[in-house]
């Protein structure tokens, strides 16, 4: 196998000028996403226009606090441990031996 040296030296500043591009084109996505992101966030209401109540603020704390918290890995344990459990008329062994 022979490697053409000048082919490769030719062909440098081609795929240069083509790296170059792909950072361009890829800051230019990026600066667009910060622009849109920046258009359509919504302000946040200021706290003076807006008073809360402080009952209702306090019941969501508490249930917030008491919810349990589960990962999609134990929930998928739970559930087949209720399949492996679980039993179904399916599957009867006899009894006339």
């Known amino acids: 196998?022979?490697?053409?040296?000048?082919?490769?030296?030719?062909?440098?500043?081609?795929?240069g000028v083509?790296?170059?591009?792909?950072?361009?084109?890829?800051?230019?996505?990026?600066?667009g996403i910060y622009i849109?992101?920046?258009?359509t966030s919504k302000s946040p209401e200021p706290a003076a226009t807006a008073p809360l109540d402080e009952k209702?603020?306090?019941?969501?704390y508490t249930k917030n606090q008491n919810a349990?918290?589960?990962?999609?890995?134990?929930?998928?344990?739970?559930?087949e441990k209720k399949d492996?459990?679980?039993e179904s008329d399916e599957y009867e062994i006899s009894q006339d031996l």
Do not use: H, Y
């Open 1 to 15: 196998m022979k490697i053409d040296t000048n082919a490769f030296l030719q062909s440098l500043p081609i795929m």
């Open 18 to 31: 083509g790296l170059l591009g792909i950072f361009i084109v890829t800051i230019v996505i990026i600066i």
């Open 36 to 39: 849109l992101k920046a258009l």
């Open 68 to 79: 349990k918290k589960e990962s999609a890995m134990d929930l998928f344990r739970d559930r």
């Open 56 to 60: 209702k603020v306090d019941q969501n």
């Open 84 to 86: 492996f459990l679980e």
